[in-house]
């Protein structure tokens, strides 16, 4: 980039100095030959004016013509062709130089003929082509000079942005690039570093994600196998339906927990848009509080459900009202209310429940995987952390949004299917 900014300023720069090299040069020839034939004029007036027989000098040819046309005085170089008042430029005879003539009329008849040379105007001419023939190069030259000193100096921070990315791993994502300049690039620095802060967030958030799921997965498979060594060893201290009983208990909460993992790695991988097949939520709402009347001894509230349809994945939707549900089913202390109204293009979804609530300073975090904020929230419930965690990723991909609004109450907003996204 140094080279090629460089090189197109010495060709922009050097295009204009020959094209104005040029043009000065030709304005000074048309200036200096202008002053010449005025001078020329004014002398040819002038002795006109006289009367008087001047003769040619070296820097200047007479000729004095009479009325019936015949020379009688001055140079003696032939006739000159009468110019009138007007200049003309030509190389008369006997001499290797060109000439500039004027005409004056004289009184008495006839006419003065005066000439000048343009050597003066020549050597200007020529002296400062030859000036210009030096210069534009030089110039050309200090430009290039210049043009490479300052790109570089502009270009250095882009170099040391490139070697700090460069040296920057996965283990590394703290490192910053330098932006301590205020243009185009301390703005790209800037947008680089909170790029690299977005890659440390997913990085770190992967890390969690991975340990967690290591975490939980341990303690199933510890409970499995401490089960197993104590019936091994101690074989009259349990019965096989005991065992088995324990076993299958620790192997659903196992596969619950994998088939939540899956989910979310899928979800984190696919950047495709769901589906835009219609999806009748409230079909989904009254199916998931049926189950809950016939799993649990809650009180189901559901007269507040209208209808409401929207666009997206059926089984995603209905596994973020599941969750929900769920969620609602085991810190409720008697009653859960569903609720599904339409309003300004959206459908909105919300379930209540009679159970402690959430504090205010956790009800975003609670979104988070692997969150747990109360001991009631044990392995012994079955709950895994992940499930609030689906349910926001189903949402956002549907375009939505979900929160927690006073404690106790989810509020899940989704764009209706009249609304083109």
Same mark, same amino acid.
């Given at each position: 980039? *140094?080279?090629?900014? !460089?090189?197109?300023?010495?060709?922009?720069v050097?295009?204009a100095?020959?094209?104005?090299?040029?043009?000065? &040069? !030709?304005?000074?020839?048309?200036?200096?030959?202008?002053?010449?034939?005025?001078?020329?004029?004014?002398?040819?007036?002038?002795?006109?004016?006289?009367?008087? #027989?001047?003769?040619?000098?070296?820097?200047?040819?007479?000729?004095?013509?009479?009325?019936?046309? &015949?020379?009688?005085?001055?140079?003696d170089?032939?006739?000159?062709?009468?110019?009138?008042?007007?200049?003309?430029?030509?190389?008369?005879?006997? =001499?290797?130089?060109? =000439? +500039?003539? $004027?005409?004056?009329? +004289?009184?008495?008849?006839?006419?003065?003929?005066?000439?000048r040379?343009?050597?003066?105007?020549?050597?200007?001419?020529?002296?400062?082509? *030859?000036?210009? &023939?030096?210069?534009?190069?030089?110039?050309?030259?200090?430009?290039?000079?210049?043009?490479?000193?300052?790109?570089?100096? +502009?270009?250095?921070?882009?170099?040391?942005?490139?070697?700090?990315? @460069?040296?920057?791993?996965?283990?590394?994502?703290?490192?910053?690039?330098? $932006? &301590?300049?205020? @243009?185009?690039?301390?703005?790209?620095?800037?947008?680089?570093?909170?790029?690299?802060?977005?890659?440390?967030?997913?990085?770190?958030?992967?890390?969690?994600?991975?340990?967690?799921?290591?975490?939980?997965?341990?303690?199933?498979? $510890?409970?499995?196998?401490?089960?197993?060594?104590?019936?091994?060893?101690?074989? @009259?201290?349990? !019965?096989v339906?005991?065992?088995?009983?324990?076993?299958?208990?620790?192997?659903? *909460?196992?596969?619950?927990?994998?088939?939540?993992?899956?989910?979310? $790695?899928?979800?984190?991988?696919?950047?495709?848009?769901?589906?835009?097949t219609?999806?009748?939520?409230?079909?989904?709402v009254?199916?998931?509080?049926?189950?809950?009347?016939t799993?649990?001894?809650?009180?189901?509230?559901? !007269?507040?459900v209208?209808?409401?349809?929207?666009?997206?994945d059926?089984?995603?939707?209905?596994?973020?009202?599941?969750?929900?549900?769920?969620?609602?089913?085991? =810190?409720?202390?008697? #009653?859960?209310?569903?609720?599904?109204?339409?309003?300004?293009?959206?459908?909105?979804?919300?379930?209540?429940?009679?159970?402690?609530?959430?504090?205010?300073? @956790?009800?975003? #975090?609670?979104?988070?995987?692997?969150?747990?904020?109360?001991?009631?929230?044990?392995?012994?419930?079955?709950?895994?952390?992940?499930?609030?965690?689906?349910?926001?990723?189903? +949402?956002?991909?549907?375009?939505?949004?979900?929160?927690?609004?006073?404690?106790?109450?989810?509020?899940?907003?989704?764009?209706?299917?009249?609304?083109?996204?």
């Amino acid at each position: 980039m *140094r080279i090629r900014v !460089t090189l197109a300023a010495v060709l922009v720069v050097g295009l204009a100095l020959v094209a104005g090299a040029f043009v000065l &040069v !030709t304005l000074l020839g048309s200036v200096l030959t202008a002053q010449v034939c005025a001078d020329v004029r004014d002398r040819a007036a002038e002795l006109s004016a006289s009367a008087v #027989r001047a003769s040619s000098t070296s820097s200047e040819l007479v000729q004095m013509i009479d009325r019936s046309g &015949v020379v009688v005085g001055g140079s003696d170089t032939g006739r000159f062709a009468s110019p009138g008042r007007d200049c003309v430029n030509l190389e008369p005879p006997g =001499y290797a130089e060109d =000439y +500039v003539f $004027a005409a004056a009329a +004289v009184e008495s008849g006839g006419e003065v003929i005066v000439g000048r040379p343009l050597v003066d105007v020549l050597d200007s001419t020529r002296f400062v082509s *030859r000036v210009l &023939v030096v210069g534009v190069p030089v110039m050309m030259l200090i430009v290039g000079g210049v043009t490479w000193v300052v790109t570089g100096r +502009v270009l250095a921070p882009v170099s040391a942005i490139r070697r700090e990315v @460069d040296e920057i791993s996965a283990t590394e994502l703290h490192r910053r690039v330098p $932006a &301590v300049r205020r @243009d185009e690039i301390g703005l790209l620095a800037r947008t680089m570093n909170r790029m690299l802060d977005r890659l440390q967030r997913s990085h770190e958030s992967r890390q969690r994600f991975v340990a967690d799921a290591s975490h939980e997965l341990r303690s199933p498979i $510890a409970a499995i196998r401490q089960h197993a060594e104590v019936a091994q060893a101690h074989p @009259d201290s349990t !019965t096989v339906d005991e065992l088995a009983t324990t076993v299958l208990a620790e192997d659903l *909460r196992m596969q619950h927990l994998v088939d939540d993992l899956l989910l979310l $790695a899928r979800s984190d991988e696919e950047h495709t848009e769901p589906p835009r097949t219609p999806v009748d939520l409230d079909d989904l709402v009254f199916a998931e509080a049926e189950r809950l009347r016939t799993a649990t001894n809650l009180t189901i509230d559901s !007269t507040a459900v209208s209808a409401g349809q929207v666009r997206g994945d059926e089984t995603a939707l209905a596994r973020m009202i599941h969750n929900l549900a769920d969620n609602a089913a085991r =810190y409720a202390r008697s #009653r859960i209310t569903f609720a599904l109204t339409e309003e300004e293009g959206a459908v909105v979804l919300t379930i209540s429940d009679d159970g402690p609530g959430i504090p205010v300073e @956790d009800r975003t #975090r609670v979104f988070d995987r692997f969150v747990r904020l109360t001991p009631a929230r044990s392995r012994d419930t079955g709950g895994t952390g992940l499930g609030l965690a689906i349910v926001a990723e189903v +949402v956002n991909r549907h375009h939505g949004s979900i929160r927690n609004i006073s404690g106790a109450t989810f509020e899940a907003r989704l764009p209706s299917a009249d609304v083109d996204r």
